[in-house]
């Protein structure tokens, strides 16, 4: 799959949009897609990552809150693959300003959302759907 250009949708970024996706959409997305949203969430939030690294997530996380984008999501199972597939792009890219505490803080959150057997699938984070 080709990346569409993710930047254009910085502008879509806000924290209470964010919110309010990741929680209407948590189960239909599964908790993979969550856990790279949430790091990239609490990654944007780090006063250690650089400014470029900043723009790139905020675009990648302005695509996954825009309704529109290459593949709608609303088309079932298809609908959010684009999406995972641009935050794992950027989470790729900035996984060396990741601090362990960011992805203990995204795991303890996903725990509010899934069961564990669902949380397992985040142990294989870059393997290819």
């Given at each position: 799959?080709?990346?569409?250009?993710?930047?254009?949708?910085?502008?879509?970024?806000?924290?209470?949009?964010?919110?309010?996706?990741?929680?209407?959409?948590?189960?239909?997305?599964?908790?993979?897609?969550?856990?790279?949203?949430?790091?990239?969430?609490?990654?944007?939030?780090?006063?250690?990552?650089?400014?470029?690294?900043?723009?790139?997530?905020?675009?990648?996380?302005?695509?996954?809150?825009?309704p529109l984008d290459?593949?709608?999501?609303?088309?079932?199972?298809?609908?959010?693959?684009?999406?995972?597939?641009?935050?794992?792009?950027?989470?790729?890219?900035?996984?060396?300003?990741?601090?362990?505490?960011?992805?203990?803080?995204?795991?303890?959150?996903?725990?509010?959302?899934?069961?564990?057997?669902?949380?397992?699938?985040?142990?294989?984070?870059?393997?290819a759907e």
């Amino acid at each position: 799959m080709e990346l569409p250009d993710f930047m254009s949708y910085a502008n879509k970024f806000s924290q209470s949009d964010f919110v309010e996706k990741i929680s209407s959409i948590a189960k239909r997305a599964g908790a993979k897609l969550v856990y790279a949203a949430l790091i990239l969430y609490y990654t944007l939030q780090s006063d250690k990552v650089s400014t470029a690294n900043k723009a790139m997530i905020i675009g990648a996380l302005g695509y996954m809150i825009s309704p529109l984008d290459v593949i709608p999501d609303a088309i079932p199972i298809a609908g959010l693959s684009d999406d995972l597939a641009v935050l794992l792009f950027v989470l790729k890219k900035v996984w060396t300003d990741i601090d362990p505490d960011i992805q203990t803080k995204a795991k303890e959150k996903l725990a509010k959302w899934f069961d564990e057997d669902e949380i397992d699938e985040i142990n294989d984070l870059f393997k290819a759907e």
